[in-house]
Structures are given as C-alpha cells and as structure tokens.
C-alpha cells in the first residue's frame, strides 16, 4: 500500500483534530521483523540502519525503486466528502496539509486537478482536490516527533 502523499511528522494534537473530524489511523505497517509479500520475500527491516537510510533516500531527490525496506509507518485517511464534513474548511484549517510532500517513492496516482494544483505548488488545495474525488492517505513515519512503531 502507498499513500497519495507523505507528511514525515504529525503532531498528537494535530492527529486528534483529524480523529474528532472523520479522518482514521491506521494500523502499523511494514512492522521489524513481520515478513515481506514475495518477492522479494524476507522481513520488513523497521527502525534500524536500512529502514532509515530507505527513509532518507526515498525522501531525497534520488527517490527508491521499492518501498519493501521502509521502515514502520501509518496511514492518516479521509474522505471521501461526505454529508456533515467540510474537507475543504478542515484541511484549509489543518496546518499539516501545506506539508505534504509527493516524494518519488511508489506513491498513488493524483486525480488530475489534484496533481494540476501540486504541479502550481498549492499542496492543500491537492489534499483538498484529491479528497473531492475519494479518498485521501497520507503516510507519516514520526508521530510528535516519535519513529512510528
């Protein structure tokens, strides 16, 4: 699974503002230690030197060809719009969406205005976009600071 975006970290207060307004939390994935789908088969390496180094690469201009050594992470979800919730005024207001980022690390595919407005350099306004059109994900690896585990 990939995200449509990565935000590297959350705050708590930020996560439980998300939580109050719909968004979920996933479960742990890529866990130390659990196995890896085959190929390339082997275990998820998790917060060690590999799974920081893939992090760090993946992050980096250069990017990673496959996401079997990242480390831990978790998805924050949402969308899509729904009666009684106003992504738009939520993310206008959410101080994490303008800190997405689309590394080059086998992330989904953006709806076309969504990846019009990252292209502009508006990320909210592609967070906002992408959840008009479904659902949104958006990995985070450190919550308040903390590896996720």
């Known amino acids: 699974m990939a995200g ?53 690469t993946g992050l980096g201009a250069a990017g990673i060809a496959a996401r079997d050594n990242l480390p831990p992470h978790r998805y924050l979800q949402f969308g899509p719009i729904v009666a009684g919730f106003d992504p738009y005024l939520y993310i206008q207001g959410a101080g994490w969406a303008d800190n997405v980022i ?4 086998g992330l989904r595919q953006l709806t076309v205005g969504a990846q019009a407005a990252w292209n502009a350099g508006n990320a909210g306004q592609a967070v906002f976009l992408q959840a008009q059109a479904g659902a949104v994900s958006v990995e985070v690896y450190y919550l308040a600071g903390v590896e996720v585990n």
Not at 7 to 16: I, N, Q, R, V
């Open 4 to 56: 449509h975006f990565v935000l590297k970290s959350l705050t708590m207060s930020d996560l439980a503002t998300a939580q109050s307004k719909g968004c979920t939390w996933s479960a742990v994935q890529h866990t130390g230690g659990t196995a890896r789908p085959m190929p390339p088969g082997g275990n998820y390496p998790g917060w060690n030197e590999l799974g920081r180094l893939t992090l760090t």
């Open 102 to 105: 689309r590394p080059n690390m």
